[in-house]
């Protein structure tokens, strides 16, 4: 364990990202404060973040929920950072509706750090769709790109909208509300995110990364230029941001883009044991070619990212395999 670093606040703390950055900050000597919703039967299994080392003594978890903003003022109170990473989950509800739960929930919280006085940083997780969605030609892109929301309600997917407009929205609205108040906000944007994870359900990045392993081919048609990067990476990316005296607004956390085909390669060099397609099985593959995502701003206040596409594939199927999903 390290140092004691004091109390922050993780929002969402039963995702994949959030339960992850959770244990990495009890490993850098942080006490957490978490929300989770609320749980009347008592039904979710915990145990996964209780058990955590350090947990015992220095993680507290509350109830919280977007739709009630005021519920997270006890998880934040006395906090010195909160990351915020909990999303809306009902994508049944139209998109106005979910889209408003997302921003009022991030500014309800916003409200909530200012209020408690003890707030210093307030680090908002963030989307490469808030980024990529522009209907803009370029290979790479970086943080001066925005997703164009009326571009996305027009030519993207139905059912990818809402998340792509709940994550831009939420992540302008954050930063003007700091810039408003006086309050450090800074945003993470990673791409595909994967590698191993404590929590219990499969993650939806990490099914997506390994679409090849799985064969799921209704995937193959997003992964034509994928970004992508570990975890771990991002865990660490997150902490560096809250720590790093001068961090301003947005941060790309991108380690590797790869092609479908090079994606091929990698694996069946590796993993000869799965039925990965051909590279040229896969050149008929039609789909929208994502630019990939320069890193260069984090990169250059220091921060190094310690994890390349092959661990990020090895990780992330030896986890899979050791929780029964491969």
Not at 131 to 146: C, L
Not at 224 to 248: C, G, Q, W
Not at 249 to 264: A, E, F, N, P, V
Request: some cysteine.
């Amino acid at each position: 364990m390290g140092e004691e670093k004091g109390t922050v606040c993780v929002t969402g703390g039963t995702g994949f990202i959030a339960s992850w950055l959770i244990k990495r900050l009890l490993g850098e000597g942080y006490s957490v404060h978490t929300t989770v919703r609320a749980d009347p039967g008592n039904q979710r299994d915990l145990s996964f973040l209780t058990s955590l080392q350090g947990a015992a003594e220095k993680l507290k978890i509350f109830d919280a929920d977007l739709s009630d903003p005021d519920s997270f003022a006890a998880a934040i109170e006395g906090s010195k950072g909160v990351f915020h990473l909990a999303s809306p989950l009902d994508f049944t509800v139209p998109k106005e509706v979910f889209t408003e739960t997302a921003i009022s929930g991030t500014l309800g919280i916003l409200k909530a750090c200012l209020k408690s006085g003890s707030v210093k940083r307030f680090v908002y997780t963030s989307s490469q769709a808030a980024v990529i969605f522009n209907g803009r030609d370029a290979e790479t892109m970086d943080e001066s790109f925005w997703a164009d929301v009326d571009f996305v309600g027009e030519k993207q997917h139905p059912n990818q909208q809402p998340y792509t407009i709940s994550k831009t929205l939420p992540e302008r609205a954050a930063l003007e509300y700091g810039a408003r108040h006086g309050l450090e906000v800074v945003t993470v944007i990673p791409p595909l995110v994967a590698g191993p994870f404590i929590c219990p359900k499969f993650p939806g990045s990490v099914r997506s990364v390994l679409a090849l392993v799985l064969g799921e081919q209704r995937q193959y048609s997003y992964l034509l230029n994928t970004s992508m990067v570990h975890v771990d990476d991002l865990a660490r990316a997150h902490i560096f941001l809250l720590e790093y005296p001068d961090a301003k607004g947005r941060y790309i956390c991108s380690s590797d883009t790869i092609s479908l085909q090079k994606m091929s390669e990698l694996l069946r060099a590796k993993y000869p044991e799965f039925p990965i397609p051909t590279p040229e099985s896969l050149s008929e593959i039609k789909g929208e070619k994502y630019p990939g995502l320069s890193s260069k701003k984090l990169l250059d206040t220091g921060f190094k990212l310690n994890y390349g596409v092959d661990q990020i594939f090895d990780d992330s199927i030896r986890c899979s395999k050791e929780k029964g999903y491969l």
